[in-house]
């Protein structure tokens, strides 16, 4: 069973990615890695969401960073959403992370976080135990 999917929006975010992978790797926990964008392919995105066992969700997204909020509206299990820098520093990213509306609610990592993002994941799985 998969316990973390990591969700990133574009191939360009791989090496946030791989640094949220090799910490999750060191810990033996159990991930996924998907690239869906809320923007390219909605609708594969919100059937993996509606499918998948894991327990939590890491989303990493730069830009308008979209991702972490579309998965906290269609799901009930924790979202962490990682702002990667690319236009306007990163600040972009993590300010459309940060501003969920009531109700969607996101946890957000620093710029660039993927390490941060992992160990945050971890914790909530040890924390349900």
């Known amino acids: 069973m998969t ?4 969700i990133s929006g574009s191939k360009s975010d791989q090496a946030i990615v791989d640094r949220i992978i090799a910490r999750l790797e060191e810990n033996g926990a159990s991930y996924e890695h998907k690239v869906l964008s809320a923007h390219r392919n909605p609708k594969e995105l919100e ?3 509606e499918n998948t066992k ?5 989303g990493v997204a730069g830009l308008s960073a979209a991702l972490p909020g579309y998965i906290a509206s269609r799901t009930k299990k924790p ?3 990682v702002p990667v820098s690319s236009k306007l520093g990163g600040l972009d990213a993590l300010l459309s992370i940060v501003q969920m509306p009531p109700g ?3 946890a957000c990592v620093g710029i660039d976080g993927g390490e941060n993002a992992a160990l945050l994941a971890l914790r909530i799985l040890e924390s349900g135990r």
């Open 3 to 6: 316990d973390i999917a990591v």
């Open 79 to 81: 979202v962490i959403g």
């Open 54 to 58: 894991a327990k939590v969700f890491i």
């Open 104 to 106: 969607v609610p996101v």
């Open 47 to 49: 059937e993996y969401i």
